[in-house]
């Protein structure tokens, strides 16, 4: 718990950084001088290089382990933080989003990588939610904290001053993290070129589990991510008329109901394993259900409890996407680990990349109609609906296939 611990603070300073500019991103118009397509490019660049990362990474954490890994992560997602404080352009502030993209990509395969080499199997899904959950604790002091930093100590001194929580997470990295427990190290990475990679990445691909935990991530992760990383502070306050203290209670509200969710789905998927694809097409359900009713609703600005209820809602949509990680897990050997997880990490990451660019271009084009601009997370959900629907008997006849082998090779095992 102590090692694993380590690797996760990293990830939770990562998400701090990844979601510093939720909470700024209308002093970033104003800092900057951009509009909503503009301001969008801020969190599409951050995410086009943490989706473009993910199989690299994962190559990477399988060939040198998790502490080489997460410690290049760090430097380069504080290097990040820090360049976006004192950035004085946009160009500047664009290539330090980037800078910390980079370095935030390689964290959260990793965590996942430890907690396979320090924990048993069977803990799998609790271990892959409680990940999820430092990141929503992240997610809330960005929230909560940063964003009375913000307003308090100004743009330059506010995320300079976050950036030092990057140098602490180095340094206990450096001093006590462990890849694996003494007596329990993997087998030596082969030393091969190109053609064993590409081999990796299509035998990772060819599995239906890895298929299909990427399409459940990518259906079920990036509402709450676009609402959290950009969109929900302008949109609670230019199109329902909130001010900037209620809006930020209710993207609290997100990462809270967020937390509560992971530890439920977390038990429950640990004791029925059959439960994942059911909890996740129910999250889907509920998330476009509540989508639709605030954006119809009629008249200017939807109810107060409906918000509230819409962001509650979108609070499993983090949980939900860990499930995606628990069809990949049992569909690939221990040294395909980190390249199946980083296929399925891309999943959510291209969706919300692809969101936000959408949302942006449609606010400008509208003039700022948000029920125009976030009816594209309807168009996003069906194309992700259908590719889980295609590929869930597939995944589940070739993971039935797989346990049914390896109790006859257990079975067989000589004294």
Not at 69 to 74: D, E, H, R, S, Y
Not at 267 to 274: K, L, S, Y
């Amino acid at each position: 718990m102590a090692v694993w611990g380590i690797g996760v603070s990293v990830y939770f300073v990562a998400v701090i950084f990844r979601t510093s500019l939720g909470v700024a991103g209308l002093d970033a118009a104003e800092r900057f001088q951009v509009n909503a397509s503009a301001l969008s490019t801020f969190s599409i660049l951050q995410l086009l290089v943490y989706a473009g990362m993910q199989i690299p990474v994962g190559l990477l954490v399988d060939r040198l382990g998790t502490k080489r890994v997460l410690t290049i992560g760090v430097v380069l997602f504080t290097a990040g933080q820090l360049g976006f404080a004192f950035s004085p352009s946009y160009g500047t502030a664009l290539a330090s989003r980037a800078l910390l993209g980079c370095g935030d990509a390689m964290t959260f395969i990793s965590v996942l990588r430890l907690g396979t080499r320090w924990f048993p199997a069977r803990r799998g899904p609790m271990v892959a939610q409680f990940a999820g959950l430092a990141g929503m604790a992240g997610n809330l002091v960005s929230t909560l904290l940063l964003a009375r930093l913000l307003h308090g100590i100004g743009w330059t001194a506010a995320f300079a001053g976050s950036s030092l929580a990057g140098v602490v997470v180095l340094v206990l990295l450096l001093l006590f993290l462990k890849d694996h427990p003494e007596g329990h190290e993997p087998e030596p990475f082969p030393h091969r070129g190109a053609a064993y990679v590409r081999r990796q990445i299509a035998a990772s691909w060819r599995e239906p589990g890895t298929r299909l935990g990427l399409w459940v991530h990518f259906t079920t992760q990036f509402p709450a991510m676009v609402f959290l990383l950009l969109w929900g502070l302008p949109f609670l306050v230019e199109a329902q008329g909130l001010s900037r203290a209620t809006a930020g209670e209710l993207l609290t509200l997100v990462v809270l109901s967020n937390m509560v969710v992971g530890l439920v789905y977390g038990q429950v998927v640990a004791r029925h394993h059959e439960a994942r694809l059911p909890l996740a097409l129910s999250t889907v359900g509920a998330t476009a259900l509540m989508w639709a009713a605030t954006l119809a609703y009629p008249g200017d600005r939807a109810p107060m409890w409906l918000l509230v209820t819409l962001c509650a809602v979108l609070g499993a949509c983090g949980p939900a996407s860990m499930l995606g990680f628990d069809f990949a897990r049992p569909a690939n050997p221990p040294e395909r680990q980190g390249t199946a997880s980083g296929i399925t990490n891309m999943g959510g990451f291209v969706a919300s990349m692809t969101t936000l660019f959408a949302v942006g271009v449609l606010l400008d084009a509208t003039g700022d109609d948000y029920t125009i601009a976030f009816s594209c997370v309807f168009v996003l959900q069906a194309l992700g609906v259908s590719q889980i629907l295609r590929l869930r008997s597939r995944a589940a006849r070739r993971e039935r296939e797989r346990l049914v082998a390896s109790r006859v090779e257990t079975v067989h095992v000589p004294a």
